[in-house]
């Protein structure tokens, strides 16, 4: 009886967990296996699992200046525009959420509604708004445009987090002389900071990955690393292995990154859970 | 010194009406506590005077200079909160300097100003420590401390003991009352604890439904309730009440007839009387004839329920007194601690001499 139900409780959806775990790292995995192969042996069939490994793509991939331009342009768009989104988004929910004022839920609804258009239907006018404004093919107007797209997951997000921060600390810091912008930066901002922290790697992440707005108005002058990676994906051949080989490159960065935050990160997630 | 007025303040919270017009005179120095049960409206009222909550009409004067509409920050007023609302980034010494910071001292006066005040609370040993790790009566002193630091203008306590144990809670009551003394400054403290507010009071303000039901002296509103509220919120235990009537000087309720002088005629009343003033007759001398109904001694002395017409009575009896469950029992009353109430709007009567 009792080995029964400790089956249930804890082999089963660790078992679910395991297949769900390889489910999701497989493809990571056959990537960098791939990497390791040669051109013919990429490509071979049935796929080979056992094979001589080689570094030759590596060697040829770092070799190529391109790929250290993805890099630091992917770099600059993600990181500006995740900051530029916390810089806006973080006072817009903490207003939303401390403050009553006529037309807070449309507001907040508006907000959100951004995110409802599938972003292609947004990706012509923006176009033409960039032209005008001569913002294509420049790394800030690919910054401008991330920010637009994840600027209402920032607000909805941090407003939670903000919500959740209990008001009296404020009206503490409001009784003991501080004006408005004096509480929200010593007080409630260092407070919220697993949430800033968490909601800040979400929007970096969005962006680092976001391929079709980088595609259009970011065109041969700001290429990110998506956008890279689909230079491999030649008119006639596709260079799987070296491909495998930059895409194995330009992860390692992003999973230090998360391993460096991955405290805050689930902080930040579970705040509302044990408060 | 510092005098603080409300007059006919008002705050509604969409169509709930939270405090019907509330006017009182706070004079400089004194200790005044509200008092009332969870919704009464005690804390909006101290609110108000913060300046945390806009009142919906009214204002409130500080000496006399409207501040009615004055930021909480330009009030000069120290408030300790429940929940102590210590600031959770930061040590001891940051939280107790923190209000200092707005007033444009340098960093050593304040620390040295801080130490101080940390001092006067016995927390010397924890200016390093976060609140975290700090236990609850550890933080009502932080937080105190930080209420005493920049010597205001007028202290607001809002049930500032109500998260601490029972022995922790004498304690620290004893070091408000001390603290408040010795500094002088004008106090507001908003508690439900009948026992804190009697202690602690120059004067006690008693609300209920958003009204001030009694404003006086803890000993005037333990002996003279003016209503059946305030004569029903008092004492542990309460006031023993007992339905009946006033006819032709005497208060009558079924079975006994208890001579009253001075009272005019009236139809339904309740007679109030508290469990101190009740004694057991052994002599044929009773006013009242009623069975035991239980027995509880508290080891300090013995509480007789008393069961008469439906009622049950009360009465604090010495701790030698015993009497059997059921029995008939004889009971007679101080007449001095008999208090009358109209039943239906719980007013106090009054004997004409």
């Known amino acids: 009886m009792k080995l029964k139900s400790r089956l249930y409780a804890v082999w089963l959806p660790r078992l679910i967990l395991y297949v769900f775990a390889i489910w999701c790292l497989f493809p990571l995995y056959w990537i960098f296996l791939t990497s390791l192969k040669t051109p013919v042996q990429a490509l071979s069939r049935p796929p080979m699992f056992w094979f001589e490994p080689t570094l030759d793509n590596f060697a040829k991939v770092i070799q190529n200046p391109d790929i250290w331009s993805y890099f630091l342009s992917s770099t600059i768009v993600a990181g500006g525009s995740s900051l530029l989104g916390l810089l806006i988004g973080a006072p817009t929910a903490y207003i939303l959420a401390r403050y009553k004022f006529r037309g807070r839920g449309d507001f907040g609804f508006w907000l959100l509604s951004t995110r409802m258009t599938p972003p292609v239907a947004m990706l012509i006018p923006f176009f033409v708004m960039f ?88 065109d041969s002058a700001v290429r990110t690393v998506p956008i890279g990676l689909y230079s491999f994906i030649g008119y006639q051949t596709i260079a799987w292995a070296e491909l495998s080989a930059s895409a194995t490159l330009l992860i390692i960065p992003i999973i230090i990154f998360i391993l460096i935050f991955q405290r805050h990160l689930i902080r930040g997630l579970t705040m509302g859970a044990y408060r | 010194m510092t005098t603080i007025s409300l007059s006919s303040i008002t705050k509604k919270f969409g169509a709930v009406e939270a405090l019907k017009p509330i006017s009182l005179d706070i004079p400089d120095g004194e200790f005044l506590v509200l008092l009332g049960p969870s919704g009464c409206g005690k804390t909006t009222t101290m609110r108000i005077i913060a300046g945390l909550e806009t009142a919906t009409s009214g204002q409130v004067l500080k000496n006399g200079e409207d501040i009615t509409n004055t930021l909480p920050r330009n009030r000069n007023m120290a408030m300790v909160f429940q929940n102590y609302a210590l600031y959770p980034h930061m040590t001891t010494l940051d939280n107790i300097c923190y209000p200092l910071r707005a007033r444009g001292l340098g960093k050593p006066e304040r620390q040295k100003l801080a130490k101080a005040a940390a001092e006067k609370v016995d927390l010397g040993p924890y200016l390093d420590r976060l609140p975290k790790n700090l236990s609850g009566g550890q933080r009502q002193r932080v937080a105190l401390a930080r209420a005493l630091v920049r010597e205001p203008d007028l202290f607001l306590m809002d049930e500032p003991l109500s998260n601490l144990d029972a022995k922790l809670r004498g304690h620290m009551r004893a070091e408000i009352k001390r603290l408040q003394r010795e500094t002088g400054i004008t106090t507001v403290y908003v508690t439900h604890d009948q026992i804190e507010a009697m202690t602690l009071a120059d004067r006690v303000i008693i609300m209920e439904q958003g009204e001030i039901r009694q404003i006086g002296t803890p000993d005037e509103i333990y002996d003279n309730p003016e209503n059946l509220f305030v004569a029903g919120f008092l004492g542990s235990p309460p006031m023993n009440f007992i339905d009946g009537s006033i006819q032709k000087g005497a208060f009558e309720s079924g079975l006994n007839s208890i001579a009253v002088k001075g009272y005019a005629d009236e139809s339904a009343v309740k007679m109030g009387i508290r469990p101190e003033d009740i004694s ?20 300090e002395n013995t509480l007789i329920v008393v069961a008469y017409q439906g009622a049950l009575i009360t009465v604090k009896a010495d701790k030698a007194i015993r009497p059997d469950i059921d029995a008939p029992i004889g009971l007679k009353f101080v007449k001095t601690g008999l208090r009358f109430f109209r039943t239906s709007d719980g007013q106090r009567l009054r004997a004409n001499q």
Do not use: C, K
């Open chain 2, 280 to 299: 057991i007759a052994d002599d044929g001398d009773v006013d009242l004839n009623g069975t035991v109904y239980s027995v509880e001694p508290t080891g």
């Open chain 1, 131 to 218: 032209s005008w404004l001569g913002l294509m093919d420049t790394h800030i107007g690919l910054i401008l445009a991330h920010v637009m797209l994840n600027l209402s997951i920032v607000v909805w997000l941090l407003r939670g987090f903000f919500a959740e921060l209990p008001v009296e600390i404020e009206e503490a810091s409001a009784l003991d002389g501080d004006t408005y912008f004096q509480t929200f930066w010593r007080i409630t901002l260092p407070l919220a900071m697993p949430g800033l922290i968490s909601v800040g790697i979400l929007i970096f992440l969005l962006s680092w990955n976001e391929f079709l707005f980088a595609l259009v108005l970011g």
